[in-house]
């Protein structure tokens, strides 16, 4: 592998001649057609701002480059397809790291170059092709037009979403209430100065790195308001806990040869790491100039079927630009997947040339169309067009060429972000500020001892940093007024002292004094206030408050404080609000912050069909629909948005399954269980449910039963080694774990293991 550690090389010179572009003639108009440029047009949205040496800076300090992955299940199960298919020892499913660990796991034998034995040494690679729109994590295509907000749509509604989905194992494509989609609005309004010009993709990380994101359910996307900044005080707190772990690039360089030709074949070394992030399920935005691409359409090549799907289809060949032009089209887009079997006849021959060979499928955010040669929403863009000098013999000339994933250096450059398991913040600042002209305010949290009036550390957030207008442009926080501070508004902010408290090493049962300071730039009578300043938890609940102040600035700052200890984790337990039903030899489940509890016997013994939900941030119980069954001594699991109930008893042992749908509040029969069993387990890992063990007919079983709700089916597993039933289960990390139990239907009990 050629890929090494560079750095983002500033692009602080003239728009035309940039260094490592080639310069030749123009290409031969006779050559060209009617569909081999995109027409632009200001009904198609664009909006990736060139980086100032402040943001190229930000990227140094704080993203990794070219940072090595490891092979996570999805990999290795995509891997071992390929294998499977070419008769080659496939790789042991053990050996990947867990999904949200790619980059973290040391010494993992599942990584791309490493070789693998059974029977024979087989040197593994990544799959000829990978397609991660086609996994429930990836939201529908989005339409950003026509406004500048293609990085929002790339980084936060596509990127993050996907990312987040992926580690949470969300349904996103069924998301019809949008509380698995993150709001582009969220990172467009809050980062782009209160004008519609786009955004530098090096503050939408910042954003989600420090901030996180709202949904898209509570703040919705509007391309006719991007000055609005979202007000509602739950979303801030909710953001915190999606807020981004790491992020970093990837780029491609040839170290061994001429770097403006790096990749020369469809499997060349040189693409493999970025198609094995690919293959873990990640995906990666670029910025390019979309106005200068050229296209061709996708040619069939007749010794493979591989290719038939896409033959016709357009397809970039190449960013590149006549005399008199210039590089047009400032767009990020997200790469989701690549193919190494699509054939691109660059040169017209009609012969498959060597370079000639794969292309990478990128999303786009105009709309699900096949207009402006997109396919559905999606561009295929060869990997030739990463070269500044085609690799093709005889490829089209012309007067410049540069690489399709520029980064204003000439390099192709490409991000990626992931996002956290579980964010569990220390301690939150809820604060309530008024003013009439946000761009002229900078929020700081902060800490000392409670001995001092002033803190000694602070840190300050992209978000609330002198955000949201400038002198010619500014505006209140609904993003309402004239541009010169006549309009006063309250906002609601919530952000995180969480980094603050693991940067400093602050310590739990330990009373320190917890700052809110916020600065006014401009003494010209438009002055900030503090209305009111509260210290939660993540759950919303107070914690210390200031209750209503009237803290002033106007050209300067002005502080406030609350005293609190970061509590020790409990080991206690607390009693919650009872529900007014009574019931035993029920099954339970979460979804999207409730309890469900469904079946059971209740007081008097009768089997239950009934469903309640608790939600434990207002302790309230709620009746929902009731199954068609009743049923006791059944397992419970939640996949994909739905909750399942399968099994159990009622005259006799069921192999009935129960899909609810809490959107609708509706019951679905599915496809029954092949094996009627009640006292069994049932967990969801990987987008499939499994119903394991239990009493079959009397007699403890240690069956494994697989369903697949995409295909309602059910299949075969293996067998657990030890046969049990009445066993706790629990599913983590792509793996279930099946903990005690009884091994006959009386009272032998397993040992924990």
């Not at 700052?515 to 509260?534: G, H, M, Q, W």
């Not at 996949?639 to 809490?662: C, D, H, Q, R, W």
């Amino acid at each position: 592998m050629k890929l090494f550690k560079t750095t983002l090389i500033s692009g602080m010179i003239c728009s035309l001649l940039l260094s490592g572009v080639s310069y030749g003639t123009d290409l031969n108009s006779a050559s060209t057609s009617n569909y081999e440029r995109i027409k632009p047009s200001s009904a198609l949205g664009l909006g990736e701002r060139k980086a100032t040496q402040k943001e190229i800076d930000w990227v140094k300090e704080n993203m990794s480059v070219n940072r090595p992955i490891h092979n996570n299940k999805l990999a290795v199960e995509r891997i071992n397809d390929e294998l499977k298919i070419k008769g080659r020892p496939q790789i042991d499913p053990d050996t990947a790291v867990p999904i949200g660990e790619e980059l973290s796991a040391q010494n993992n034998s599942a990584t791309i170059s490493t070789t693998y034995a059974t029977g024979s040494a087989a040197s593994i690679a990544a799959p000829s092709f990978v397609d991660n729109s086609t996994l429930a994590c990836f939201p529908p295509i989005g339409n950003q037009n026509p406004l500048g907000s293609c990085v929002a749509f790339a980084t936060t509604y596509y990127q993050f979403t996907h990312m987040t989905g992926l580690l949470k194992n969300w349904d996103v494509k069924n998301d019809a209430v949008n509380m698995r989609k993150f709001s582009p609005s969220w990172t467009y309004n809050l980062c782009n100065n209160g004008q519609d010009k786009g955004l530098y993709t090096s503050d939408a990380y910042r954003l989600l790195l420090d901030n996180g994101s709202v949904l898209w359910a509570d703040f919705p996307y509007d391309n006719t308001n991007y000055k609005k900044w979202c007000l509602t005080n739950t979303s801030w707190t909710n953001a915190v806990k999606y807020r981004a772990s790491e992020t970093g690039y990837l780029q491609i360089i040839d170290s061994s040869s001429n770097n403006n030709t790096p990749v020369t074949s469809e499997t060349d070394p040189d693409l493999d790491l970025v198609k094995n992030y690919l293959n873990n399920g990640y995906i990666l935005t670029f910025a390019t100039h979309i106005w200068s691409w050229r296209f061709k359409t996708i040619s069939n090549n007749p010794s493979t079927t591989a290719d038939d799907s896409y033959v016709g289809k357009y397809i970039c060949y190449a960013k590149a630009i006549n005399s008199g032009e210039i590089y047009d089209g400032r767009h990020l887009m997200t790469i989701v997947g690549y193919n190494d079997n699509i054939w691109t006849d660059i040169n017209g021959n009609g012969t498959v040339d060597a370079g000639e060979k794969g292309a990478f499928k990128i999303a786009n955010s105009w709309g699900a169309s096949s207009t402006s040669n997109m396919d559905n929403g999606y561009y295929y863009v060869s990997y030739d067009a990463l070269n500044v000098v085609s690799s093709v013999s005889g490829a089209p000339t012309f007067y410049s060429r540069d690489v399709v994933f520029h980064n204003d250096s000439s390099t192709n450059t490409m991000y990626w972000v992931t996002a956290k398991e579980s964010s569990n913040p220390s301690l939150l600042a809820k604060f309530t500020v008024s003013h009439s002209k946000r761009s002229q305010m900078k929020v700081e949290l902060g800490y000392s001892d409670i001995s001092k009036t002033t803190p000694v550390v602070t840190q300050s957030f992209i978000a609330l940093n002198y955000a949201g207008g400038n002198y010619l442009y500014d505006y209140a926080f609904d993003g309402t007024g004239d541009g010169t501070g006549n309009t006063i508004c309250d906002g609601t902010f919530t952000l995180d002292f969480t980094d603050l408290v693991k940067a400093n090493g602050l310590a739990t049962g330990t009373t320190k004094r917890w700052y809110l300071k916020v600065t006014d730039s401009s003494a010209d009578s438009k002055p900030v206030t503090i209305k009111n300043f509260s210290l939660i938890n993540s759950s919303g609940t107070v914690l210390q408050t200031s209750g209503t102040i009237s803290k002033t600035a106007d050209g300067s700052s002005t502080t406030t404080y609350l005293d609190y200890a970061l509590s020790t984790p409990s080991s206690t337990w607390v009693n919650k609000t009872n529900a007014s039903i009574y019931r035993t030899y029920a099954a339970s489940t979460s979804y999207n912050g409730s309890i469900y509890f469904a079946g059971g016997y209740n007081e008097n013994l009768a089997k239950q069909n009934t469903l309640w939900a608790y939600n434990p941030s207002s302790a309230t119980w709620t009746a929902k629909a009731n199954m068609s069954t009743p049923r006791i001594e059944a397992g419970a699991a939640t996949l994909l948005n739905k909750i399942y109930v399968v099994g159990g008893f009622n005259t006799s042992a069921l192999n009935s399954i129960e899909e609810y749908n809490p959107s609708t509040d509706t019951w679905t029969t599915k496809t029954n269980m092949p094996t009627a069993r009640n006292f069994l387990g049932v967990a969801a890992a990987n987008g499939k449910l499994y119903a394991i063990g239990g009493l079959v007919n009397g007699v403890v079983s240690n069956k494994v039963e697989e369903y697949d709700p995409t295909t309602n089916t059910w299949k075969t597993k293996t067998s657990m080694p030890t046969a049990r039933d009445s066993f706790g289960i629990v599913s983590y990390n792509g793996k279930i774990y099946v903990i005690g139990g009884r091994t006959t239907g009386n009272t032998k009990l397993i040992p924990l293991q």
